[in-house]
């Protein structure tokens, strides 16, 4: 249609030209008396004759659509070729355009309101759609009844001592570890103490969190553990000063055979030996199969935490079902966004210039090295991103929940440290999601001065109440995460857990030519098999995130 217009306005302008108009003029009033108003009566012979080849030729333009037979079809052929040509560049601009105001990072933001387009709910929301499709059932468990293995108290090698360094969760991995080293060496294992650390700063003791009677008595068949360095040692204050009572220079993953060959003989001349340092000291896929099992049986049963610490989680995770006059599933998110974690990270974040200044000293003065003159960051902050090694922000779990099709309803329970950049970071998540509280929301202050003392304690309630959830999300990486994404798996994995694909994401949310539909497709599609389902092993896998085989037997 546009190309008849233009068609039909050719022969308008060829009679209303200037020199058409004075020779009318002329023949009607002479040289000085034009009119302005022209009746058809006054047309001279050559007007009839130019509007006469007018209508010819919008006849012949025309003529493709009214199967004209005098038209020519080679001439109808290029008319509608050219006709079709238009419609399609018409569709193509249209569909750009409507992407590129439906780009899933360009949700209409209101300040610091992020609006995003309905997405319909799934069936599967609050529900592992897979589980039904394994047989997988926990097998490293106790066996009651079973005669001990253990020499006697006697005949033991020796004794071996441990720092558990680090966090709740990376202290919970140096107990399994130092369990299963003990067992390798047949050694006796003194408790382990939970090292006060720089960034905690916390003197949580074993028995602050765990119950130590449980403890020994569900591995008193595996391994001989005793509360306390024997009293005939009487240098106990320089059990870890002492260069010649501690084993150093562990390799990190260290095989079980290293063990036996470098520990040992020490162990036996020494009778007792500190081990440090103790993080990450023993592998996975290097060591025989029963010492991992030994180390589920450590995780997933022997280590309980005290009982007033297991009631105020049930009562947290009771009040976070029934915050609505209906009981409700709820989402656990591990938000980890601190200032630490983001600055480790060393991506780069959206935020002012001030913030972004701050952020550099702050890497420069606490890792000095890898910050060097900051002129090589931005590439690897790039890079980084690209690979999925960058923490979500909290607007960009937003998106995604969103896209996935929780509603605004969504009870959140979020675990987390102070989030950097603080409510103004929070709030697109917030907004999005209004039903967002913590453990300090949900108690009383009151009810939670009795764990404050320790921090370890804190950090069990949030570990316990993302344990019980019915849908658990991470947002990065981090032993917390792994523990709780492989807990979940070794019970039963009924309850959905979900770890985003970080990378397709930052692909996703960094093309400008997305549109809504396809990124939720995208959303949906990736995460379908991302839902903590028990994991085929590999070499060098995470016994802590999945613990299949040999923790996990075929039901």
């Known amino acids: 249609m546009a190309e ?50 007018s209508k010819e030729r919008d006849r012949h333009v025309c003529s493709f659509l009214n199967d004209d037979p005098r038209v020519s079809p080679h001439h109808s052929r290029i008319s509608l070729f050219f006709t079709f040509l238009l419609i399609l560049v018409g569709l193509v601009s249209v569909f750009t355009i409507f992407h590129k105001l439906n780009a899933p990072y360009l949700c209409k933001k209101d300040g ?81 103490v939970l090292k006060q650390d720089q960034i905690w700063k916390d003197q949580t003791k074993f028995e602050d969190i765990f119950d130590v ?71 996975y896929d290097n060591v025989p199969p029963e010492i991992n099992k030994l180390r589920c049986r450590v995780n997933y049963h022997a280590l309980k935490f005290l009982p007033d610490i297991e009631q105020m989680a049930d009562s947290l995770a009771s009040r976070m079902r029934n915050r609505t006059e209906s009981s409700n599933p709820y989402m656990a998110l591990h938000l980890r966004f601190e200032k630490g974690m983001v600055g480790l990270s060393f991506c780069d974040f959206v935020g002012t210039r001030e913030e972004k200044v701050k952020m550099a000293e702050y890497r420069k003065k606490e890792w000095p090295r890898r910050y060097k003159n900051g002129s090589h960051l931005w590439q690897l902050a790039l890079q980084k991103r690209k690979e999925g090694r960058c923490p979500l922000e909290p607007g960009e779990v937003a998106v995604i929940l969103r896209a996935m099709g929780y509603p605004k309803e969504t009870q959140i329970y979020v675990a987390s440290g102070q989030v950097y950049g603080g409510q103004n970071r929070m709030a697109p998540l917030r907004n999005m999601f209004p039903n967002l509280v913590t453990k300090e929301e949900l108690a009383t202050k009151e009810e939670l001065d009795g764990f404050r003392k320790h921090v370890t304690s804190l950090a069990a309630l949030d570990f316990l109440v993302c344990l019980k959830s019915d849908v658990f999300v991470m947002t990065h990486g981090g032993n917390f995460a792994k523990l709780i994404i492989g807990a979940r798996r070794y019970m039963g994995h009924r309850l959905k857990s979900i770890k985003p694909d970080k990378g397709l994401m930052s692909k996703s949310f960094g093309d400008p030519y997305m549109g809504w539909a396809t990124f939720v497709e995208d959303v949906v599609v990736t995460h379908q098999t991302r839902t903590g389902l028990p994991e085929e092993t590999f070499p060098n896998y995470d016994l802590w995130e999945n613990p299949l085989t040999p923790c996990m037997c075929r039901a």
Request: hydrophobic share 35%; glycine share 4%; aromatic share 8%.
């Open 4 to 53: 008849l217009r233009h068609s039909s306005s050719l022969g308008s302008r060829a009679t209303n030209s200037p020199m058409k108009r004075d020779a009318i003029a002329v023949a009607v009033g002479g040289a000085g008396d034009s009119s302005p108003l022209i009746t058809e009566s006054h047309l001279t012979d050559d007007d009839e004759h130019d509007r006469h080849s």
């Open 112 to 192: 610091i309101v992020l609006h995003c387009p309905h997405v319909k709910e799934s069936p599967s929301l609050w529900e592992n759609p897979f589980s039904s499709t394994t047989s997988w059932r926990p097998c490293a468990e106790r066996r009651d009844g079973v005669l001990s293995e253990l020499p006697h108290e006697n005949e033991t090698n020796g004794y071996i001592f441990i720092h558990a360094e680090g966090g709740l969760n990376q202290q919970r991995i140096a107990i399994c570890n130092a369990v299963a080293v003990a067992k390798i060496m047949n050694a006796t294992l003194i408790l382990p």
């Open 213 to 283: 009677d449980h403890f020994i008595d569900y591995l008193k068949y595996d391994v001989r553990i005793v509360r306390d360095i024997p009293q005939w040692f009487t240098d106990k204050s320089e059990l870890f000063s002492s260069i010649r009572r501690t084993v150093k220079n562990i390799p990190k993953y260290a095989p079980a055979q290293f063990y036996i060959d470098n520990v040992l003989p020490r162990i036996k001349e020494k009778k007792i030996m500190a081990l440090k340092p103790f993080v990450d000291r023993l592998g």
